[in-house]
């Protein structure tokens, strides 16, 4: 019998709950009892005074700790400096310490600078301690430094750390979505290893969106889908060509900066454990249809066609024996041959997707951060394990990361730094062999196109075969393992205290190693037999290797000269990257055994090897210069100079010049009166800048060498004599002229602040333009007899606009933060070589997006004159099939010559670009107590499918499937239905699933990402056990969603790609806690 993982899950999950709930009361129960054996209040104990032992005479130092809102901090340590004795705040953020004249007091809190305070005369004393957080949004990371944000000219966004904080999830990328305007990431699936796409600001290509190139503490490399999200301390996303423009050609897409953890001067060691389990369950499974009403559309889908039945009067009574309990089998043998009846003769009613998928699954996270600081030196390790179970119920797949950080600074001289960043993950994914012979190779597809009458248990209460259920519960394994280390060391050289020259060097590896075993499986016959399962055989095994490495060299200096109101900054430098790529990859069939599963093991006859490989470079100098008038006026000019080997010498270098200026109207005198009470900041800026962009998709690695395909012996057509032999074709085409495509961006932006600053508004409106971009070639004559080469040969526009508000207050003790973002972008073809304008390609004017479409009239009905209804696509109108509307008034339903001049009788019905993206994200904070909510979502989208997960039936007997929603379709009894009369086979089978306005669906959506709710416990608690700070939280993600999509389908709005039979999205519980020692 197959075993059931719900039971063990339950378990796992009483046992978190337990530890959690114990380790709490454990030390919340100890300090209480520590402090009841002293006999006195904590409150009471934290802010007496130190005993008097020396005979010196001090003086009785009394004060309160707030923050900049005002609001009392309690548990800050008081002490001063070079001793190790102080106090702490109460509740009320009072102190009171003993201290000399002439002493410094130092003043701590996690999250908060440290503050030194000399003593005088003062006796009564009023701290404000400044966050981190707010230090760190006052400076932005960009492009090999750092910027006051005042003073800031580009389009560069700094997300704060606590959109993060604390979620359940597996990549940086997924914390990352709906956090920026603009910053656009979309799911690839639910699976345990699923990554995200990410692209800024929308279309970069024709059918594509470049990703932003990632920079990891200055360093161009690393994969942000491998970076622990807890070792994050900053992201910036740089959107405009003018601030990336010093990164080049790695950049044209824009950058996302991601600064790691670093100990800081003064800091004390500091170790923080946070820890997260996730229990996830599947959203969005569709309910498959009772496998009666199945049988008895998918016959009448047959009979629409002019088919027979499927399933006969034989199937369906077993069916319904089998339902009311009176047939205890899901199938019955064959009354000729050894096997069991199987697709039109089973009699089983399941539903695959709650056979296939848990109900809940646990994933856990365990992070450990260590970080400290002398006078000269600082570093920080973080350590990270993270485990994700996906929801396949048998042979389960998971995923694991493990992940070192080690971040260290330290000052050799007063002239002469040295830092070294490393860091190293691996990640290994674990799923069952997808069989491709017997799945296609994707279970999800599979899954989608199962009949409920399928067994699940033979007879003899063996897995049947056909469930595929034994495929993933004994087959073969698919094992994926990354090694990723990247390492940075760099001297930094003080030549004046204005003069600085950097000079790093970094290697970035990625080290790929798969295997995949597809191992025989064997079913009992009806007859006691064992027989190989249909798909497996012969046993096979394939091993890849591949080995990606990166070396870059970074050398560039730092000059800053301040001439009272004139302020200059300049930076200079060049740098080098090496990439080289190979690979091994070798498979063989018949292995001596499954156990032992290796190529040295396999004696079949038909081995195959293959192997690939290639090494680029790219060089560049780079060159910024800023300058500010009394911080009113700024200016800054950058510029690149760049060259690929993958270019002809001719061609291989370009120049790219950025330059943006800004103007801080609340610096002028004139803002001074009245206005500034209400509006604090007001800033204008505007950049225009071009970058070369060299698409690997596009160009290949050696777009100027003619390549030279091989045919091996065996799958030659051509014979010597008795001999197949081997052979090459023709080869291709190159143009020389092949050179950079160019991405020049326009951006206008204004941030402002109101209120005290309370309120902050950033917006940005942009166009880029893609030049050059590769496309075909003019149309050569047919007797070249080979395609015509690639050439820079089409454009692009997009244009699009950014605003982010945001409200930041406190009532009392309550704080509290409200921020919103709404982006939009659209893109346009402006240059494609199509002058017939062809429906099939891409064409001058275009609308990025589109959906070409009928416009729906109703469904014929018996009484319409079907006979003199001319014919669609080779196809006869009956009632229940769908009347289109006669467009061009030619009395035929057709799509003309397929061109924009001549569409026939559709038209442009949609837009699939996804419009209007927004999110909302809300906190606050009371007494320990914090909450976050975070919703994003999307607010126009058009899209379309012929997918079974849609419409159910769809013209294949084999690729077909029904769910509930499938009911509300047409029949005579139901001639309002929504769904049209569906056929299988005929010549009907796309008639009435075209693309079409009834059809089309709002894919708009809000999602409820995340919703979490902590406590911190006090200070004055948590210290009395030797913890800085304690804090427990529950988090929810993927809590709910709205949308309209829903109202007829199954269809996820985040999970939309390919034919959507895809993984599904989970809604993940967590629970976790926040320790700092």
Do not use: C
Not at 572 to 587: K, N, P
Not at 783 to 792: K, Y
């Amino acid at each position: 019998m197959v075993k059931n993982n719900n039971t063990n899950t339950i378990f796992k999950i009483k046992k978190i709950v337990f530890v959690q709930l114990v380790l709490g009361t454990f030390m919340v129960s100890t300090a209480y009892a520590e402090n009841s054996n002293r006999g006195a209040l904590l409150e009471g104990s934290t802010s007496s005074t130190i005993e008097n032992t020396s005979g010196v005479a001090f003086e009785k130092i009394t004060g309160q700790v707030v923050d900049e809102q005002g609001i009392s901090l309690p548990g800050v340590n008081v002490f001063k400096k070079g001793s190790k004795t102080g106090v702490s705040t109460d509740l009320d953020g009072n102190f009171t310490i003993n201290a000399e004249k002439g002493e410094v007091l130092v003043f701590s809190y996690l999250g908060f600078l440290n503050q030194e305070i000399q003593i005088k005369d003062k006796k009564v004393l009023k701290i404000v301690l400044k966050s981190e957080a707010q230090q760190m949004s006052e400076v932005v990371i960009v492009g090999y430094g750092s910027q006051k944000k005042t003073n800031l000219t580009g389009s560069v966004t700094q997300i704060d750390a606590k959109v993060l904080k604390d979620r359940p999830i597996t990549r940086l990328s997924q914390g990352l979505q709906g956090a920026v305007g603009g910053l656009n990431i979309t799911s690839n699936g639910g699976g345990p290893n699923a990554t995200q796409s990410i692209n800024i600001r929308g279309f970069t290509g024709l059918g594509s969106a470049g990703s932003p190139l990632i920079v990891i503490d200055g360093i161009q490399g690393g994969d942000i889908n491998s970076i622990n999200a807890n070792d994050v301390e900053s992201v910036s996303v740089i959107k405009d060509a003018a601030a990336s423009a010093v990164y080049g050609s790695s950049a044209p897409y824009g950058v996302i900066l991601i600064k790691t953890k670093q100990g800081k001067k003064g800091q004390a060691v500091s170790i923080t454990y946070n820890n997260n389990f996730t229990f996830d369950t599947p959203i969005g499974l569709p309910t498959m249809l009772n496998s009666l009403k199945f049988a008895e559309i998918y016959n009448q889908s047959l009979a629409n066609g002019g088919g027979n039945p499927f399933f006969n009067q034989d199937a369906i009574d077993r069916m319904t024996a089998y339902q009311n309990g009176t047939l205890a089998t899901e199938t019955v043998a064959n009354s000729t041959g050894d096997s069991y009846k199987a697709w039109g003769g089973a009699n089983a009613n399941n539903d695959w997707y709650k056979i296939y998928f848990k109900d809940v699954s646990l994933s856990q996270q365990h992070n450990i951060g260590v970080s400290g600081a002398s006078e000269n030196s600082n570093y920080y390790v973080g350590l990270g394990y993270n485990k994700k179970e996906g929801m396949y119920r048998y042979g389960e797949d998971n995923y694991k990361r493990y992940n070192l950080r080690t971040n260290l600074s330290s000052n050799l001289t007063d002239w002469l730094t040295f830092n070294f960043r490393g860091a190293f993950s691996q990640d290994v994914y674990d799923t069952p062999n997808t069989y491709g012979g017997k799945t296609g190779g994707n279970y999800m597809h599979q899954i989608g196109r199962k009949h409920p009458n399928l067994a699940l248990y033979n007879p003899d209460g063996a897995i049947s075969d056909e469930s595929d259920i034994l495929l993933m519960k004994e087959g073969g394994r698919n094992i994926v393992t990354n090694d990723k280390p990247i390492f940075t060391g760099e001297f930094v050289t003080k030549f004046t205290k204005n003069w600085s020259g950097t000079v790093n060097y970094t290697f970035d590896g990625v080290f790929n190693n798969e295997t995949n075993h597809t191992k025989i499986l064997y079913t009992a016959l009806p007859s006691g037999t064992l027989a190989e399962v249909g798909g497996t055989a012969p046993n096979r095994f394939s091993r890849y290797f591949s080995k990606y490495q990166k070396n870059i060299i970074n050398a560039f200096t730092n000059y800053d000269l301040d001439l009272k109101k004139h302020q200059f900054k300049f930076l200079g430098g060049y740098v080098q990257e090496l990439t080289t790529f190979s690979s091994l990859f070798g498979a063989n069939n018949n292995l001596y055994s499954d156990k032992i599963p290796s190529i040295s093991t396999s004696y079949g006859t038909t081995p195959s090897v293959s192997d690939n490989a290639y090494k680029l470079a790219i060089q560049g100098y780079f060159g910024r210069i800023n300058y500010s008038y009394d911080d009113k006026y700024l200016l800054e000019i950058t510029g690149r100079y760049d060259g690929s080997s993958r270019f002809l010498k001719d061609v291989r270098w370009k120049a790219y010049p950025g330059v943006s200026v800004g103007w801080n109207v609340n610096k002028e005198n004139f803002w001074k009166d009245g206005i500034a009470d209400v509006v604090n900041t007001l800033k204008f800026r505007a950049s225009y800048g071009s970058l070369g962009a060299q698409d690997p998709n596009l160009l290949g690695n050696y777009p100027f060498y003619p390549s030279l395909g091989t045919v091996s012996p065996t799958s030659s057509n051509w014979f010597f004599g008795a001999n197949r032999e081997p052979y090459v074709n023709t080869p291709g085409l190159v143009d020389p002229t092949l050179t950079w495509v160019t991405a020049t961006t326009r951006n206008f932006g204004i941030d402002a602040s109101f209120l005290n600053r309370r309120l902050t508004a950033i917006f940005d409106m942009y166009t880029r333009k893609m030049d050059d971009y590769i496309g075909p070639a003019q149309q050569l004559p047919g007797v070249l007899g080979i395609n015509a080469p690639q050439t820079n040969s089409t454009a692009l526009e997009t244009k699009g606009f950014e605003l982010t508000l945001a409200w930041n207050d406190h009532i009392g003790d309550f704080k509290y933060g409200v921020r919103g973002v709404l982006s939009d972008y659209k893109g346009r073809v402006t240059k494609y070589p199509n002058p017939n304008k062809l429906l099939n390609t891409w064409y001058e004017g275009q609308e990025m997006g589109e959906i070409w479409g009928f416009v729906t009239d109703r469904y014929f009905t018996e009484a319409d004159d079907l006979a003199n209804v001319k014919q669609f696509n080779l196809s006869n109108w009956s009632a229940g099939d769908i009347k289109y509307v006669d467009l061009n008034g030619d009395g035929n339903i057709d799509w003309g010559n397929s061109t924009v001049d001549n569409p026939g009788d559709r038209k442009v019905i949609g837009n699939s670009t996804p419009r209007y993206s927004y999110s909302l994200f809300m906190d606050g904070s009371w007494k320990g107590f914090d909450y976050s909510i975070f919703i994003q979502g999307v607010g126009k989208r058009d899209y379309y499918t012929t997918s079974n997960m849609y419409f159910g039936i769809v013209g294949s007997e084999w690729q077909s499937s029904l769910f509930t929603e499938h009911l509300d379709r047409w029949s005579p009894e139901n001639p309002n239905g929504f769904f049209p009369k569906s056929y299988i086979g005929g010549g009907n089978n796309w008639k009435n699933t075209e693309a079409q306005t009834k059809y089309l669906i709002n894919a708009a959506y809000l999602r409820i990402k995340n919703v979490q709710v902590g406590y911190t416990l006090p200070n004055t608690i948590s210290n009395q056990v030797k913890v800085q700070k304690l804090r427990f939280y529950i988090s929810v993600d993927n809590l709910g969603t709205f949308t309209k999509m829903n109202d007829h389908s199954v269809l996820d709005p985040e999970n939309t790609f390919s034919d959507a039979k895809n993984y599904p999205l989970q809604r993940s519980f967590s629970l976790g806690a926040n320790i700092t020692l």
